[in-house]
């Protein structure tokens, strides 16, 4: 590969390791310049749900891009976006009746929290404070860092960064400390809550119960704290069913989606809110109203991509796919469970994870070790520090997923020796 002016995300060029060109990809499968055939583990870093270049969706963006490719969307509208926003109120919780259109898990997130802050500030209440999970991650703009774990991924902005009220990460058996410091937050008037459910993404895949987070909901709600999914990992099936919150009970107050929205063909983000904080940004006062846009928002053409994802959603087996992928993944992981390398392996729906060695963060160097050892075998896995975790799109066969599991037990061998 010639040399290229590109600045990759998450990469020290300096450590001059090599960077494959992908030139197609089709399903779960990855073709690159050199003739190599990659197995795409994670889903493109969790996007990639229903496989690539899914026919349906790369019609739709074909023929939306021919007719509407872009439009302003401040105080103009188009059919594919109300077509989406009225699909999502149809799959989604009955209580989230508005829909946000953004561009990214990040940017659906600072919505989120510029949604909740202006609620308590248009109803004339002071409340600022923000409780978050400890090890969240929710992404990478100001704000969104700001409600994430501090560590590695913003220690450089930290001046920037706003306060806020973290809670213990819920393991099991000691889960009553998160319960009892969110309780108390709630109750020193906390303005809003946010979690990932079930499921702590770049934290390390770790795993809470259902009836914790069933348990956190109830208490926002006693108290009046606003109740933020951030859904942008786990929603669209990746914990075996549409949304995270389902397997608790749940409704939030205000939802994030992102990566599977188009399927992964295309970057688009929503943020559904209640029916209350639309009403606290709603008046004759233009000075109340909500303060977020960007160039792009609700873009025709990725709008297209995601109406044709619902589509696939409501006419193909996807659920039945997702039950299938899950049952696979508990076969393979409980066959890796017992390799001397293996620490806490665990499983939610699609999503399957397990620790090698001792904990030693996201920067350990087992990761890029490993991240390479898989590629040689033709398997895109991307270790979080010392967690392996195996996330492929609902397509993949039964056939793909040993090569993955295959490659993983080489590498395991490799790393444990």
């Given at each position: 590969m010639t040399h290229s002016s590109i600045w990759h995300p998450f990469t020290?060029?300096?450590?001059?390791?090599?960077?494959p060109k992908v030139t197609h990809a089709e399903g779960a499968v990855l073709h690159t310049e050199d003739g190599a055939r990659v197995i795409d583990a994670i889903s493109s870093w969790w996007?990639?749900?229903?496989?690539?270049?899914?026919?349906?969706?790369?019609?739709?963006?074909?023929?939306?891009?021919?007719r509407l490719d872009q439009i302003i969307?401040?105080?103009?509208?188009?059919?594919?976006?109300?077509?989406?926003?009225?699909?999502?109120?149809?799959?989604?919780?009955?209580?989230?009746?508005?829909?946000?259109?953004?561009?990214?898990?990040?940017?659906?997130?600072?919505?989120?929290?510029?949604?909740?802050?202006?609620?308590w500030l248009h109803r004339g209440e002071e409340r600022h404070r923000i409780v978050v999970l400890d090890n969240g991650y929710h992404g990478d703009t100001i704000g969104t860092m700001s409600v994430g774990a501090r560590g590695a991924f913003n220690r450089a902005y930290e001046p920037l960064l706003f306060d806020v009220t973290s809670i213990p990460f819920p393991y099991a058996g000691v889960?009553?400390?998160?319960?009892?410091?969110?309780?108390?937050?709630?109750?020193?008037?906390a303005a809003a809550f946010i979690v990932e459910p079930l499921v702590l993404g770049a934290g390390g895949m770790l795993m809470y119960a259902a009836e914790t987070l069933a348990e956190m909901r109830r208490i926002c709600a006693v108290h009046g704290t606003l109740f933020i999914a951030d859904e942008v990992m786990t929603g669209w099936g990746r914990t075996g069913t549409l949304l995270a919150c389902e397997q608790a009970g749940i409704e939030p107050d205000i939802l994030c989606l992102s990566k599977g929205l188009t399927g992964?063909?295309?970057?688009?983000?929503?943020?559904?809110?209640?029916?209350?904080l639309y009403a606290a940004h709603y008046g004759t006062d233009r000075g109340q109203m909500f303060f977020h846009s960007s160039s792009y928002t609700a873009n025709p053409v990725a709008c297209a991509a995601a109406n044709a994802n619902l589509t696939i959603w409501r006419e193909e087996p996807v659920e039945q796919r997702i039950a299938n992928l899950a049952q696979w993944q508990a076969k393979r992981l409980g066959k890796l469970a017992s390799h001397h390398s293996v620490r806490d392996p665990r499983q939610l729906g699609t999503i399957a994870a397990f620790d090698v060695g001792a904990a030693e963060g996201y920067l350990s160097d087992l990761a890029?070790?490993?991240?390479?050892?898989?590629?040689?075998?033709?398997?895109?896995?991307r270790p979080l520090g010392n967690t392996v975790y195996v996330m492929p799109p609902y397509c993949i066969g039964e056939e793909e997923l040993?090569?993955?599991?295959?490659?993983?037990?080489?590498?395991?061998?490799?790393?444990?020796?």
């Amino acid at each position: 590969m010639t040399h290229s002016s590109i600045w990759h995300p998450f990469t020290q060029h300096g450590l001059g390791e090599p960077i494959p060109k992908v030139t197609h990809a089709e399903g779960a499968v990855l073709h690159t310049e050199d003739g190599a055939r990659v197995i795409d583990a994670i889903s493109s870093w969790w996007v990639t749900t229903h496989g690539h270049a899914h026919p349906k969706i790369a019609a739709a963006i074909a023929r939306q891009a021919a007719r509407l490719d872009q439009i302003i969307f401040a105080g103009w509208t188009h059919e594919p976006a109300e077509e989406l926003a009225a699909g999502l109120r149809a799959m989604m919780p009955s209580s989230l009746t508005r829909v946000f259109f953004s561009d990214s898990g990040s940017t659906s997130v600072e919505v989120a929290l510029k949604m909740a802050l202006g609620h308590w500030l248009h109803r004339g209440e002071e409340r600022h404070r923000i409780v978050v999970l400890d090890n969240g991650y929710h992404g990478d703009t100001i704000g969104t860092m700001s409600v994430g774990a501090r560590g590695a991924f913003n220690r450089a902005y930290e001046p920037l960064l706003f306060d806020v009220t973290s809670i213990p990460f819920p393991y099991a058996g000691v889960g009553q400390a998160a319960i009892d410091a969110l309780e108390a937050a709630c109750r020193d008037g906390a303005a809003a809550f946010i979690v990932e459910p079930l499921v702590l993404g770049a934290g390390g895949m770790l795993m809470y119960a259902a009836e914790t987070l069933a348990e956190m909901r109830r208490i926002c709600a006693v108290h009046g704290t606003l109740f933020i999914a951030d859904e942008v990992m786990t929603g669209w099936g990746r914990t075996g069913t549409l949304l995270a919150c389902e397997q608790a009970g749940i409704e939030p107050d205000i939802l994030c989606l992102s990566k599977g929205l188009t399927g992964g063909a295309l970057p688009l983000a929503v943020t559904m809110a209640s029916e209350p904080l639309y009403a606290a940004h709603y008046g004759t006062d233009r000075g109340q109203m909500f303060f977020h846009s960007s160039s792009y928002t609700a873009n025709p053409v990725a709008c297209a991509a995601a109406n044709a994802n619902l589509t696939i959603w409501r006419e193909e087996p996807v659920e039945q796919r997702i039950a299938n992928l899950a049952q696979w993944q508990a076969k393979r992981l409980g066959k890796l469970a017992s390799h001397h390398s293996v620490r806490d392996p665990r499983q939610l729906g699609t999503i399957a994870a397990f620790d090698v060695g001792a904990a030693e963060g996201y920067l350990s160097d087992l990761a890029p070790r490993m991240l390479a050892m898989f590629r040689e075998r033709g398997v895109l896995l991307r270790p979080l520090g010392n967690t392996v975790y195996v996330m492929p799109p609902y397509c993949i066969g039964e056939e793909e997923l040993d090569m993955i599991y295959d490659a993983v037990s080489e590498v395991m061998d490799l790393v444990g020796s």
